[in-house]
């Protein structure tokens, strides 16, 4: 069965730099989300993208945040300058514009970041 | 806006006893409706949805759920519980004709006693 993809499955980084969290979603999907788990809390989402642009985004996705499809498999997000509040499990999702399956979206198992 | 409320934040059962979690959402209509799991360790997982129709949805590993439309609820059922079963459920909510962007619950941690 396909899946999302997630690399890489754990970060570890130091406040201020840079990171990108890797996904790579269902091959025939056309929507791609990202969310992410602060520990103990509720699944927030972040980021919506279709037909190579951001569709949607939440109050939390500001400028120190970037998506980019920068070839026909993977999905990035980038932070650009890590807080320590950034660390959280970040979800990948995906999901088909076609048939009964339209409205699910389906996960990747997510990066655990840790920001020191 | 939709939300979803989980009212258990634990739950405690012994292994081969029924299950059931509680889930209450808030919509103006009949809205889309998740169940997902998560182990530890693990990503979300999908066990059932429900977009219209029959209100007793299946799901896999064995639970089903049931949309009350009166009560604005959707609780998850497992008849006989399995230590595997022992994980994070989150109930979501997403809005009809739109980004199709689930709301979570807070989740309900199930502990499950051999």
């Known amino acids: 069965e396909p899946e999302v993809t997630q690399t890489p499955s754990h970060q570890v980084t130091q406040m201020g730099q840079e990171v990108i969290l890797r996904c790579v979603p269902i091959?025939?999907?056309?929507?791609f989300y990202w969310y992410r788990q602060i520990l103990g809390q509720k699944v927030e989402f972040l980021v919506s993208?279709?037909?190579?642009?951001?569709?949607?985004k939440s109050e939390i996705f500001d400028d120190q945040f970037s998506v980019e499809r920068p070839d026909g498999s993977n999905f990035t997000l980038k932070i650009r300058s890590t807080k320590l509040e950034d660390s959280a499990m970040y979800f990948c999702?995906?999901?088909?514009?076609?048939?009964?399956?339209?409205?699910?979206?389906?996960f990747g198992p997510g990066t655990r970041l840790l920001v020191l | 806006a939709q939300s979803v409320t989980q009212p258990d934040i634990h739950i405690t059962v012994s292994e081969g006893a029924s299950l059931e979690l509680r889930c209450n959402y808030s919509?103006?209509?009949?809205?889309?409706l998740f169940w997902y799991v998560q182990s530890p360790g693990q990503g979300l997982q999908l066990l059932l949805k429900?977009?219209?129709?029959?209100?007793l949805v299946q799901g896999i590993k064995g639970f089903e759920a049931e949309f009350k439309r009166s009560q604005s609820s959707f609780n998850l059922r497992k008849p006989s519980v399995h230590w595997s079963d022992a994980a994070e459920y989150f109930c979501?909510?997403?809005?009809?004709?739109?980004?199709?962007?689930?709301?979570f619950g807070r989740g309900t941690s199930l502990i499950v006693h051999p």
């Open positions: 999702a995906s999901r088909s514009t076609q048939g009964l399956d339209e409205e699910t979206q389906y």
């Open positions: 091959s025939n999907h056309l929507y």
């Open positions: 993208f279709y037909n190579n642009e951001i569709s949607e």
């Open positions: 919509y103006g209509a009949t809205p889309y």
């Open positions: 429900y977009f219209s129709g029959d209100t």
């Open positions: 979501a909510v997403g809005a009809r004709g739109g980004s199709y962007i689930p709301t």
